[in-house]
């Protein structure tokens, strides 16, 4: 979940996915802002040292129905036109940026924390924006992402991934570290839990992989395997141990702190045994979170379950997708929630013929697709934030006959 700064590109893995137009960018968009700030070399290792507990109460909506904020739009005023969006309509959640793309947290930290080098001025009082939420009772999601990270792969090479001595970056000059290091993980792990300390309810994980295409050069990049470095498994095996240990690792932690824990994972990752080179296994990741969060945007899958143009088809895709999502989690002891990433932007990038302009019918679509399948809950995933006006969000359990 990324931000725009113009119509963009989406560059998805494996055949199943569409690789990126003429603009780099990622799986949801996301385009670069302005240069990454320098972050300390020195990461201290109180990394849990941080202000107390909030005061604030909110309720667990019937059925989490969510946006995504990015930092900028939460520290402006565009937060109080989403903020009314959502109170006019049946939305309820919303999901904010706390660390975001490129490594940064989205709001200003005590001068003493160890994430003030990388803390930006987006949002200038969190607590005052939780407030807000509170009192309208908008659900509110810190969103983390984990292991796409430039910031922290610069700081630290060896945490991340290098090839001939420099960090190795991809395609959008976009660095990751290394999910197989604990201290990568304490690292994301910490500003989980100011954010909970903050007052979110619930901390969504995203890009919580490998890098896309990764098992074309696990070989190639030097890397630490820390305490896998010595398993008998295979490759792919020990980067779906690693990414499944983190997701479990970091429920552990924040559960003194009474939050809820969701994951963002690729759609596609549910129709595989797991995604050999990024290392997601839905069913396992699914195992250790309170809520799974697929990534199902029509416009981010090729000719697939049948369908050939599937971002013409926003019903009949979602539809045919949660097919196969029902089957994997009914096989599960214990189920998360699913809420679902759905789309609210136009594809234009995909060529004529193979997308279709994305408004209210679209998004519509979408959200019954779910509905008929049991799904409830759903997040609409715009990166600038401009989202579809007059969209009924309503359940259908919810609407008259």
């Known amino acids: 979940m990324r931000r725009w700064r113009t119509s963009g590109a989406a560059i998805i893995i ?96 005590e001068p003493d924390s160890p994430y003030a080098r990388i803390s930006q001025p987006f949002i200038k009082d969190p607590k005052k924006l939780l407030k807000k939420m509170e009192e309208k009772q908008i659900y509110p999601i810190a969103r983390v992402v984990v292991f796409k990270d430039t910031n922290l792969a610069k700081a630290k090479p060896e945490w991340s991934f290098t090839e001939g ?85 970091a429920r552990e932690k924040l559960k003194p702190y009474g939050v809820k824990v969701s994951v963002d994972i690729f759609g596609y990752s549910a129709t595989l045994p797991e995604a050999p080179g990024i290392g997601q296994n839905f069913s396992k ?26 971002d013409t088809e926003p019903y009949k895709l979602v539809t045919e997708y949660v097919k196969v999502e029902n089957k994997k989690l009914k096989a599960l002891k214990t189920p998360p929630l699913s809420r679902p990433w759905l789309q609210d932007f136009t594809a234009s990038w995909l060529g004529t013929g193979n997308y279709r302009p994305y408004g209210k019918e679209e998004v519509e679509a979408q959200i019954r697709a779910l509905n008929e399948n049991g799904i409830n809950e759903f997040l609409l995933w715009n990166a600038s934030n401009n989202y579809t006006s007059n969209v009924d969000y309503t359940p259908l359990t919810g609407k008259e006959d």
């Open 14 to 109: 494996g055949m199943m996915l569409l690789a990126g137009g003429a603009i780099a960018a990622d799986e949801k968009g996301t385009f670069k802002e302005r240069p990454v700030p320098e972050l300390s070399k020195e990461i201290p290792k109180n990394m849990t040292r941080f202000q107390q507990g909030s005061e604030l109460h909110f309720s667990y909506p019937d059925a989490v129905r969510g946006i995504y904020v990015t930092g900028h739009s939460a520290g402006s005023t565009r937060f109080d036109r989403l903020m009314k969006m959502v109170e006019d309509t049946e939305l309820n959640a919303m999901v904010i940026d706390i660390k975001d793309d490129l490594g940064n947290l989205t709001y200003k930290t």
């Open 165 to 249: 001595g420099k960090v190795w970056t991809n395609g959008n000059g976009d660095a990751f570290v290394n999910p197989f290091m604990k201290e990568v993980w304490d690292y994301n792990v910490g500003i989980a839990i100011e954010a909970a300390k903050m007052g979110f309810q619930e901390v969504q994980f995203d890009y919580v992989r490998f890098p896309e295409g990764f098992e074309k050069r696990d070989k190639q990049l030097a890397y630490s395997m820390g305490k896998y470095e010595h398993s008998k498994e295979d490759f792919v095996q020990r980067r779906v141990q690693a990414v499944t240990d983190f997701v479990a690792y």
């Open 285 to 310: 990741i699914s195992e250790n979170v309170d809520v799974i969060s697929s990534m199902i945007y029509p416009s981010h899958w090729t000719s697939y379950f049948g369908i050939e143009k599937p």
